[in-house]
Nanobody
Framework: QVQLVESGGGLVQPGGSLRLSCVASGTSFSLYTMRWYRQGPGKEREWVAIISSGGTATYTDSVKGRFTISRDNAKKTVNLHMNSLKPEDTAVYYC??????????WGQGTQVTVSS
């Protein structure tokens, strides 16, 4: 069993930055592929960034060059550094851990609002 707790959301002006963190409890964190998803108002949930157990990062096109995902296996933490934020980045951001169909977990989400 893995529990995920996100933090770091808030209100930021366009062009600003935020860092989201997701802390995991449980064992074998280093074996999990970690993802950040988001769900904007009236939109479907979409994946934003992925970091493999080996540390390979992948991003959805809309955030490339602006967001950076990283992980610290010793601290069981995955971070999402978000720069040059836009109003369309407004969403609830969710942390997700995956190690097979039977081992998939979600955090409760953290709200990010980009507005002047």
């Amino acid at each position: 069993q893995v529990q995920l707790v996100e933090s770091g959301g808030g209100l930021v002006q366009p062009g600003g930055s935020l860092r989201l963190s997701c802390v995991a409890s449980g064992t074998s964190f280093s074996l999990y592929t970690m993802r950040w998803y988001r769900q904007g108002p009236g939109k479907e949930r979409e994946w934003v960034a992925i970091i493999s157990s080996g540390g390979t990062a992948t991003y959805t096109d809309s955030v490339k060059g602006r967001f950076t995902i990283s992980r610290d296996n010793a601290k069981k933490t995955v971070n999402l550094h978000m720069n040059s934020l836009k109003p369309e980045d407004t969403a609830v951001y969710y942390c997700h851990a995956y190690r097979g169909v039977e081992y998939t977990y979600w955090g409760q989400g953290t709200q990010v609002t980009v507005s002047s």
